[in-house]
């Protein structure tokens, strides 16, 4: 794993955000946009995984979209994030997109170090992962600016690169799979709420699961 550092090192905040090669070029415009969007001073701690798939993944899974099947090294991965923040006692908010935005949530349920999630468009389709949330609940807060501005613009980013319909596809796809982790996030805060409203909500996540197949034939 690669790191890399923007910002004041001793800022009074720290994003840790997971990314891959594909985020390389952006990464540092990233930070500036983000940067002016908060009023806090910023330092971005961006941790390159080697394998997108192997380093990210809590546990096996059969591939999805190519023939790249996912690893299971996201404790492996969590520990060497840990030990490198170890020193540092800011708050840290860990962030990702996609599977990365998976990797956030998944470490937040083995650790309390980091202060809040900011996972853009999470890849919560990920096989086992609704089950897993369901039995380790995360206890979310409302989406930050900065959880907000980091969603923006990696969306803009990706379609100001790439106009083409597998692109606007995989925006969708991820965007099914952030409202399913909404659904579940206020199935498990709103725990005693009646009967028939949980019931609506497992069927609006299985709406959105059924739409995600769908987009599937897209990307």
Not at 26 to 54: G, P, T, Y
Not at 67 to 75: K, R
Not at 170 to 185: T, V, Y
Request: a negative charge; charged letters at 25%; one cysteine or more.
């Amino acid at each position: 794993m690669d790191v890399f550092e923007y910002g004041n090192p001793n800022a009074s905040l720290i994003l840790l955000q997971m990314i891959g090669d594909h985020d390389i070029e952006m990464i540092d415009h990233e930070f500036d946009l983000i940067q002016k969007a908060v009023s806090d001073e910023l330092c971005l701690i961006a941790c390159k995984v080697d394998d997108w798939n192997r380093d990210l993944s809590p546990w096996k899974a059969p591939a999805v979209f190519k023939s790249e099947s996912f690893g299971e090294n996201a404790a492996k991965t969590l520990s060497e994030v840990l030990t490198y923040i170890g020193e540092k006692k800011q708050p840290c908010i860990i962030g990702g997109y996609s599977l990365a935005g998976l990797f956030a949530l998944w470490a937040a349920t083995k650790t309390d170090r980091f202060s809040k999630v900011a996972a853009a468009s999470p890849s919560v389709w990920f096989p086992g992962f609704t089950e897993y949330i369901k039995e380790n609940n995360i206890k979310e807060k409302e989406p930050s600016l900065m959880a907000k501005s980091m969603s923006w613009l990696k969306m803009n980013f990706k379609i100001q690169m790439n106009e083409d319909d597998q692109t606007i596809a995989s925006l969708l796809f991820e965007g099914c799979s952030m409202g399913i982790e909404s659904l579940f996030k206020y199935l498990h805060q709103y725990d005693h709420a009646d009967t028939k409203i949980k019931k609506l909500t497992y069927d609006l996540i299985e709406i959105e699961k059924e739409l995600s197949d769908k987009i599937q034939n897209y990307l």
